[in-house]
Every structure is written in structure tokens, then in C-alpha cells.
């Protein structure tokens, strides 16, 4: 097996792991689960949900996620700045295509690898990523 099979079915098994993280989420439209990866070791993890402290309701009575919702990289991003680790050259996996606004925390974050499962109608987050240089793979996970 190459280097690059090997690469392609551990971000396979990443991008399930996040898949199974994500049904930690409370929120009802979308569940969101991420990985952050440095060495072959997951030093962080995020699903979407409600800042600490708040109630795990993410959608208000009309179905409509409320604003102040973090996204699971946001989530995994600002659990790492609380540790003694850091993202810098690290590989981010998540089940949806990051947001511009995940984007922009990616990129300040040094996280150099963007590993996602699920498309978004919205590309800016990810044309954002390439042009900063961050290399950005979508992988369907199957089942």
C-alpha cells in the first residue's frame, strides 16, 4: 500500500470518528462533528452547539438556529487555545464544509490540512482556505 492509500483511509476513519463525535451535538437541523489531528494523534474535538453555560438548545421556536451557536471547528479551535497544545501544521476533519467564518479561525489557527465529508450550498469558507494555501480535500465516507 502507498503512502498516499495509507493517507486516504486514515482520513477516512478521521472523518467517521468525527462523524460519531458530531451525534454529541443538541442541534436539531444539523449535527457537525470535528477532528483536530497533529503527528497521528487528535488533539481536539468539537460538535456544534451552545457556548458553556447556556442551555442545549440550538433552534429557536421557528426552527432557526440561533446566532450565537458555535460551529464544531469553532469549537475544537477554541478547546485547543484553552490546553497546552498547539494546531500549528495540524489537520482539521469535519463532517461539513467549513464557513467563512470557521475560515478565518482555520486559517489564524495554522492548521494546514482541511479534510471534510458533507458539500455546503456556500463555497466561500473553502475558497477562502485555498487561497490561503491550506490544502482542502472533500472525501464522501460511504454507510
Known amino acids: 500500500m502507498t503512502d498516499k492509500e495509507k493517507q486516504h483511509n486514515l482520513d477516512l476513519r478521521y472523518l467517521r470518528m468525527a462523524r460519531i463525535w458530531s451525534e454529541n451535538s443538541y442541534c436539531e437541523r444539523r449535527k457537525v462533528g ?26 429557536d421556536e421557528n426552527n432557526t438556529t440561533k ?51 458533507e458539500k455546503y450550498r456556500l463555497e466561500d469558507g473553502i475558497e477562502l482556505l485555498k487561497r490561503a494555501g491550506i490544502d482542502v480535500e472533500y472525501q464522501e465516507i460511504k454507510g
Open 67 to 117: 446566532p450565537y451557536v458555535l460551529h464544531a471547528e469553532a469549537n475544537a479551535i477554541t478547546k485547543i487555545a484553552r490546553s497546552s497544545n498547539s494546531s500549528d501544521g495540524s489537520t482539521l476533519y469535519v463532517t461539513a464544509s467549513p464557513c467563512i467564518e470557521c475560515a478565518k479561525l482555520i486559517i489564524q489557527a495554522g492548521i494546514k490540512r482541511v479534510v471534510y465529508s
Open 34 to 59: 470535528a477532528l483536530i489531528v497533529k503527528d497521528k494523534m487528535i488533539i481536539s474535538d468539537g460538535y456544534n452547539g451552545t457556548p458553556s453555560g447556556f442551555e442545549n438548545v440550538c433552534e
